[in-house]
């Protein structure tokens, strides 16, 4: 019989870590309609009603909120939908990221 060793190799796996994540924040203005808040709400970010609402009154008292989290490439997509959106009904509603 012939002497043959066995050797085991260990195969390393790269190291997985959670991308970065940015809140999409919704900024006040005197102009934007209530409803279309509350439209872009549960249309892009797909909240209910009652929570698109709350958020809504949130921006208008506290002059910002939060609408959600993503990574980078969601933030920005989301930030662009609602931009996009608002430019189209004539409505100066800012829509920006930052880091979280």
Same mark, same amino acid.
């Given at each position: 019989m012939s002497d043959s060793t066995t050797r085991t190799r260990t195969q390393i796996k790269p190291a997985t870590r959670t991308p970065n994540l940015y809140k999409v924040l919704l900024l006040n203005d005197d102009y934007t309609p209530m409803d279309f808040v509350v439209e872009v709400l549960m249309r892009f970010f797909?909240?209910?009603e009652a929570e698109a609402i709350r958020i809504m009154l949130q921006v208008h008292h506290a002059g910002v909120g939060? /609408? $959600?989290v993503y990574p980078f490439e969601? /933030?920005?997509t989301k930030v662009n939908q609602?931009? $996009?959106a608002a430019s189209a009904e $004539?409505?100066?509603l800012q829509c920006i990221m930052e880091p979280e």
């Open positions: 797909r909240k209910s939060v /609408a $959600g969601i /933030a920005e609602v931009m $996009g $004539g409505h100066p």
